[in-house]
């Protein structure tokens, strides 16, 4: 099955202050622990790195194992990206990509995901794909400035 690409983008603030925080939190996976995941780093994120995201929703908490890809911190463009490892509920990638333009400060989530290459979640993978959703409008949320 090829693997379903989605994209979503939206401005989290304007400004220098906002543009240094959402950096920040991006480097420090607040856009996950925002968004109800628990992140076990040992510290800053770096290529290579190998991790687990839990994940709880109806009182399941899932392991998600990942691997870090990328991380890029320039003066417009912060990226965290990530593949999955086997184990975890979906087969993909997901990264966050910060930006800013002029003045706006934005959020791109851009994630690619396929079943599971086997296992249980397989077959789950429809509703995932809904979870999926619903936890990227949380991401986007996760670095609003209020």
Request: glycine content about 8%; cysteine-free.
């Amino acid at each position: 099955m090829r693997a379903r690409a989605t994209t979503r983008t939206a401005v989290v603030g304007r400004g220098d202050d906002t543009w240094r925080q959402a950096a920040e939190d991006v480097l420090a996976w607040r856009v996950k622990t925002r968004s109800g995941f628990a992140v076990e780093a040992p510290g800053p994120p770096v290529p290579g790195q190998r991790l687990v995201l839990v994940a709880g929703a109806l009182g399941i908490r899932t392991r998600e194992p990942i691997e870090v890809t990328e991380v890029v911190r320039q003066a417009d463009r912060v990226v965290l990206g990530y593949r999955t490892l086997p184990g975890h509920p979906v087969h993909g990638a997901e990264s966050f990509v910060l930006t800013r333009e002029g003045q706006a400060v934005r959020l791109t989530i851009d994630s690619r995901t396929s079943p599971a290459e086997s296992g249980a979640w397989r077959a789950l993978f429809p509703l995932l794909l809904v979870a999926q959703r619903v936890v990227q409008w949380r991401y986007l949320r996760a670095l609003r400035q209020h």
